[in-house]
């Protein structure tokens, strides 16, 4: 009598869902599927994203937090990685610079006195004949406006533009940076023979103190 064939064991069932925690330093899923039309990242029940391709893998971007994996087919696995960071948002923006600004006790100011600015933006505008210049003060100043003084307050200030020249207040020596003193320090950006528009960067050795202003010259 011939044996009946060997019974074999039911193939392991892939889940349709996988719970994935993202940390503050991973901002990326890559869920791997098969046997779908689409695969999703869920939070507190909700698609974040749906990706439709029916493609192997589905990549998602998200911050910290804890969420789902879903698809209509099987998962076969997922991986967390760090990307290039997410971009902010208008309000998490300003939630960064008042958390920054928080911490160190001031913020870092451009101020311009430019002969002229453009009628509808307010935009300082220097003449483009190679000799203009305008006046731009840094101000070191607490959260309520109130410049910072004092020996903890002298910082150096490095200097950057775009275009055009940077030099001291009373000279015409070319600087790369500034000393605070009561809080401010004074240069001078001297205009280009040519019309364009350019940035001017200051910023501290602490990276939380930075500022930059943009000018004309027309």
Request: glycine share 6%; net charge negative; aromatic share 4%.
């Given at each position: 009598m011939e044996e009946p064939p060997p019974i074999q064991p039911p193939e392991p069932t892939a889940p349709a869902a996988l719970p994935v925690e993202l940390d503050?330093?991973?901002?990326?899923?890559?869920?791997?599927?098969?046997?779908?039309?689409?695969i999703a990242l869920t939070r507190n029940g909700e698609d974040v994203v749906r990706d439709l391709s029916a493609l192997?893998?589905?990549?998602?971007?998200?911050?910290?937090?804890?969420?789902?994996?879903?698809?209509?087919?099987?998962?076969?696995?997922?991986?967390?990685?760090?990307?290039?960071?997410?971009?902010?948002?208008?309000?998490?923006?300003?939630?960064a610079f008042l958390s920054d600004t928080a911490a160190t006790g001031a913020v870092?100011?451009?101020?311009?006195d430019a002969p002229s600015r453009h009628p509808a933006d307010g935009m300082p505008q220097l003449p483009a004949d190679g000799t203009a210049f305008c006046t731009i003060t840094v101000r070191k100043t607490a959260p309520d406006g109130t410049l910072r003084k004092g020996r903890g307050h002298t910082d150096q200030v490095f200097l950057r533009s775009t275009g055009g020249t940077l030099l001291g207040p009373d000279t015409d020596a070319r600087v790369a940076a500034v000393r605070l003193k009561s809080g401010r320090a004074v240069f001078r950006l001297v205009a280009e023979t040519a019309p364009r528009l350019v940035t001017v960067y200051a910023f501290a050795a602490d990276p939380r103190l930075s500022a930059e202003t943009q000018l004309e010259f027309v």
């Amino acid at each position: 009598m011939e044996e009946p064939p060997p019974i074999q064991p039911p193939e392991p069932t892939a889940p349709a869902a996988l719970p994935v925690e993202l940390d503050a330093d991973e901002n990326t899923v890559v869920a791997r599927a098969e046997d779908h039309t689409w695969i999703a990242l869920t939070r507190n029940g909700e698609d974040v994203v749906r990706d439709l391709s029916a493609l192997p893998s589905a990549e998602f971007t998200a911050g910290p937090g804890s969420y789902e994996i879903h698809t209509d087919g099987r998962l076969r696995g997922l991986e967390t990685s760090h990307r290039a960071p997410l971009p902010l948002t208008p309000e998490e923006a300003v939630s960064a610079f008042l958390s920054d600004t928080a911490a160190t006790g001031a913020v870092l100011t451009l101020e311009v006195d430019a002969p002229s600015r453009h009628p509808a933006d307010g935009m300082p505008q220097l003449p483009a004949d190679g000799t203009a210049f305008c006046t731009i003060t840094v101000r070191k100043t607490a959260p309520d406006g109130t410049l910072r003084k004092g020996r903890g307050h002298t910082d150096q200030v490095f200097l950057r533009s775009t275009g055009g020249t940077l030099l001291g207040p009373d000279t015409d020596a070319r600087v790369a940076a500034v000393r605070l003193k009561s809080g401010r320090a004074v240069f001078r950006l001297v205009a280009e023979t040519a019309p364009r528009l350019v940035t001017v960067y200051a910023f501290a050795a602490d990276p939380r103190l930075s500022a930059e202003t943009q000018l004309e010259f027309v």
